[in-house]
């Protein structure tokens, strides 16, 4: 019988340098989860000073830390998982009790809502994205979608400025929602720039909010971008939610 829990190593032929532009975990092969979080969970054992379990118990707890991995955190990558492990151990995410698939989770859970997960994001390269205009061909225009939606894999969000990426896939047929969608979307963009001024940083900020909510309440042309975003992004979800590397628009 082969021995789940032997560490083997793979070679990659490339390394990224920041570890967000690494492909997310759940697109990894399985044994290259598997091994990471099998090292990271020894390493954890280690500093601990914890019993190191029976090869049985060990190899479940591995096996479903790796399948939550791939199937309930989508935005992590391998390179993370010691991060998760070593802040965790460390009590960066709080109280914790013994060798379990619960208090993995919570490490990982930790992490990924973490400010220092949040400021790694920040530190990305910035994607070189081409100039919108209307000289783009319909190759530049998948192009220009594709990067977006690279930047929204690592990011969890793609801020579509002019909604130029959302256009171009609407006029293509590839935006899936119904019209009562879309307007649920209108409602719910709606609430949010009603929510963002409510928290004026002075009286002369309230003043100018008031004039904009009055604006929001009465149209619809200072939330409709909005909701593109919130449609563009949702539709990256749904395809990012497939777990595959196919998109529609190539």
């Given at each position: 019988?082969?021995?789940?829990?032997?560490?083997?190593?793979?070679?990659?032929?490339?390394?990224?340098?920041?570890?967000?532009?690494?492909?997310?975990a759940?697109?990894?092969?399985?044994?290259?989860v598997?091994?990471?979080?099998?090292?990271?969970?020894?390493?954890?054992?280690?500093?601990?000073?914890?019993?190191?379990?029976?090869?049985?118990?060990?190899?479940?707890?591995?096996?479903?830390?790796?399948?939550?991995?791939?199937?309930?955190?989508?935005?992590?990558?391998?390179?993370?998982?010691?991060?998760?492990?070593?802040?965790?151990?460390?009590?960066?995410y709080?109280?914790?009790?013994?060798?379990?698939?619960?208090?993995?989770?919570?490490?990982?859970?930790?992490?990924?809502?973490?400010?220092?997960?949040?400021?790694?994001?920040?530190?990305?390269?910035?994607?070189?994205?081409?100039?919108?205009?209307?000289?783009?061909?319909?190759?530049?225009?998948?192009?220009?979608?594709?990067?977006?939606?690279?930047?929204?894999?690592?990011?969890?969000?793609?801020?579509?400025?002019?909604?130029?990426v959302?256009?171009?896939?609407?006029?293509?047929?590839?935006?899936?929602?119904?019209?009562?969608?879309?307007?649920?979307?209108?409602e719910?963009?709606?609430?949010?720039?009603?929510?963002?001024?409510?928290?004026?940083l002075?009286?002369?900020?309230?003043?100018?909010?008031?004039?904009?909510?009055?604006?929001?309440?009465?149209?619809?042309?200072?939330?409709?971008?909005?909701?593109?975003?919130?449609?563009?992004?949702?539709?990256?979800?749904?395809?990012?939610?497939?777990?595959?590397?196919?998109?529609?628009?190539?």
């Open positions: 019988m082969e021995n789940k829990t032997q560490i083997t190593t793979t070679n990659k032929s490339s390394e990224v340098q920041h570890v967000l532009q690494n492909q997310p759940f697109l990894e092969d399985y044994k290259t598997h091994n990471e979080v099998l090292a990271q969970v020894m390493k954890s054992i280690t500093h601990l000073g914890w019993a190191v379990p029976d090869q049985q118990t060990m190899t479940i707890l591995v096996s479903e830390i790796s399948n939550s991995i791939r199937k309930d955190y989508k935005q992590l990558r391998v390179g993370e998982i010691s991060n998760c492990f070593s802040k965790g151990i460390r009590g960066e709080g109280e914790f009790f013994g060798v379990s698939v619960v208090t993995f989770e919570k490490f990982i859970i930790g992490y990924l809502v973490s400010d220092y997960r949040a400021n790694l994001g920040k530190t990305l390269p910035v994607a070189a994205l081409p100039e919108p205009s209307k000289e783009l061909t319909r190759e530049n225009r998948i192009e220009f979608a594709q990067k977006a939606y690279e930047k929204y894999k690592i990011k969890g969000f793609y801020d579509d400025l002019g909604n130029i959302y256009a171009f896939l609407d006029s293509e047929g590839l935006i899936p929602f119904t019209p009562k969608e879309k307007f649920e979307m209108v719910l963009a709606r609430a949010e720039e009603y929510k963002r001024l409510q928290n004026p002075s009286v002369e900020e309230a003043r100018r909010f008031n004039i904009q909510i009055e604006a929001l309440m009465a149209s619809n042309e200072k939330v409709i971008p909005r909701s593109k975003k919130i449609a563009l992004n949702k539709y990256f979800e749904q395809i990012f939610s497939l777990e595959s590397e196919n998109i529609p628009f190539k």
